[in-house]
């Protein structure tokens, strides 16, 4: 059986790409880069290793010893990591980081492409194996958007565009055409979370991908803990790219999102 490296952040998608990967007949070396992995990924998985992303060295050996060439790397990990200080990076990671122009998320990856292309390692589209998580064109749930939502939902998707085209973020929170929030070096939950109190219940979250999405990495997803970030601060409506974005725990977020009067769309 071909072997695949998985290289795994936070959230249920890696536990969607293994199962995926496995039912394909692939053999999967996963290896956890946080400590809050989700632990049902060792299920599916014919090898696992915790190996923290700031490791870059020791995981590049791993897959040289195990003979992977080919990866997709999915999951949530945010850069706060660099600048927390919870782990110091390898030697590689200091070299990559060392030689970066800047520290913008798709410099940070696709620097660390090529160097698995010094390995003969192929980095493949986050997408490839679970395509059909991405919903089409829609409202999701049973609830409307109402036309005040669908003018917010038009405004917030332009905003989060403009955010990505600058490689600063994908979410943007807004409320009665006024942007709350915008997603940085925080992350998507945090974001909800920060503009949904200002805007002090009803606001509207826009979640796309970036004008020039690299499907290898950062594909937008949504999931479970977005719909409960929202709950938490009375959000009232989400906008997603249509056929671009990730809904992972689909039933799930639509149960809580009917639970709680929540209307979700696919623009």
Same mark, same amino acid.
């Given at each position: 059986?071909?072997? %695949?490296?998985l290289l795994?952040?936070i +959230?249920?998608?890696?536990? $969607?790409?293994?199962? *995926?990967?496995k039912e !394909?007949?692939?053999e999967?070396?996963?290896?956890?880069?946080?400590k809050?992995?989700?632990?049902?990924?060792k299920d599916y998985a014919?090898d696992?290793?915790?190996?923290?992303?700031?490791k870059v060295?020791?995981?590049?050996?791993?897959l040289r010893?195990?003979d %992977?060439?080919?990866v997709t790397?999915? +999951?949530?990990v945010?850069? $706060?990591?660099l600048? *927390?200080k919870r782990? !110091?990076?390898?030697?590689?990671?200091m070299?990559?980081l060392?030689?970066?122009p800047?520290?913008k998320?798709?410099?940070i990856?696709?620097?660390?492409?090529?160097?698995?292309?010094?390995?003969?390692v192929?980095?493949f589209?986050?997408t490839?194996?679970?395509?059909k998580?991405?919903p089409?064109?829609g409202?999701?749930?049973?609830?409307?958007?109402?036309e *005040?939502?669908?003018r917010?939902m038009e405004?917030?998707?332009?905003?989060?565009?403009?955010?990505?085209?600058?490689?600063?973020?994908?979410?943007v929170?807004?409320k009665?055409m006024?942007?709350?929030a915008?997603?940085?070096?925080?992350?998507?939950?945090?974001c909800?979370?920060?503009?949904g109190?200002?805007?002090g219940?009803?606001a509207v979250?826009?979640?796309?991908a970036?004008? *020039?999405?690299?499907?290898?990495?950062d594909?937008?997803?949504?999931g479970?803990?977005?719909l409960?970030m929202?709950?938490?601060?009375?959000a009232?409506?989400l906008?997603?790219?249509?056929?671009?974005t990730l809904l992972?725990e689909?039933?799930?977020?639509i149960?809580?999102a009917?639970?709680?009067d929540i209307?979700?769309?696919a623009m």
């Amino acid at each position: 059986m071909e072997r %695949i490296g998985l290289l795994a952040g936070i +959230g249920s998608l890696p536990v $969607e790409i293994a199962r *995926a990967a496995k039912e !394909l007949g692939y053999e999967v070396y996963a290896v956890a880069l946080l400590k809050d992995t989700d632990a049902r990924l060792k299920d599916y998985a014919d090898d696992y290793r915790e190996i923290n992303v700031l490791k870059v060295g020791k995981i590049l050996k791993h897959l040289r010893q195990n003979d %992977i060439h080919k990866v997709t790397m999915i +999951g949530k990990v945010t850069k $706060e990591l660099l600048f *927390a200080k919870r782990a !110091l990076p390898d030697l590689k990671a200091m070299q990559i980081l060392m030689r970066v122009p800047d520290r913008k998320d798709d410099t940070i990856m696709l620097a660390i492409i090529e160097e698995l292309k010094k390995i003969d390692v192929e980095v493949f589209d986050q997408t490839e194996l679970i395509r059909k998580l991405m919903p089409g064109k829609g409202v999701l749930t049973r609830r409307q958007p109402t036309e *005040a939502e669908r003018r917010d939902m038009e405004f917030g998707f332009q905003m989060a565009k403009e955010i990505g085209r600058m490689d600063v973020g994908q979410t943007v929170v807004v409320k009665d055409m006024a942007v709350m929030a915008l997603e940085a070096i925080e992350g998507t939950d945090a974001c909800i979370l920060r503009g949904g109190k200002l805007a002090g219940g009803g606001a509207v979250v826009a979640k796309v991908a970036k004008p *020039a999405q690299d499907s290898r990495f950062d594909v937008p997803t949504v999931g479970l803990k977005t719909l409960q970030m929202m709950v938490e601060t009375g959000a009232r409506a989400l906008v997603i790219e249509a056929d671009a974005t990730l809904l992972a725990e689909r039933e799930a977020v639509i149960d809580l999102a009917e639970a709680n009067d929540i209307t979700i769309m696919a623009m």
